[in-house]
């Protein structure tokens, strides 16, 4: 089968938390019709991830984004805040086994082939842009 040509794909969402699971099935419909199914569930976990906590940890709009380009995919959430993204008790420290919250980061680096942050400055509008990557392979 040929490679994919390049392509993204961008949806603005409300701060709801409802829009998780219209970000998770815009993943696997996007990923499915460009022919890269194999990548979809894995991509939907960390989309889901980044989006969640782009809607749950501040306030405003946020964006999901999905790039294919050279044999990766790129996943990643836009949100208003400019301020980095929170690892509970710092990014190198093991997250609470307890409660519900601090996890989803740590997915994300662990189950990600490389994710990292920026902070965003463009048309006036300021915030921060997750992402994380996965390789074709």
Sequence with gaps: MPEPEAWEYSLYIPNDIRAVPVCRRLIRLVLTVHGLIHLADLAELLGA?????????????????????????RVGAWDADPEPPHFPGGFTAVPPTEGEDGRGLLVVRTCSDLWGWQPLSRFGNRGKYVWCELSAA
Excluded: F, I, Q, Y
Aim: hydrophobic share 40%; charged share 30%; aromatic share 4%.
């Design 49 to 73: 991830e980044l989006v969640s906590n782009a809607v749950r940890h501040t306030k405003g709009p946020a964006a999901l984004r999905v790039r294919w380009r050279d044999g990766t995919l």
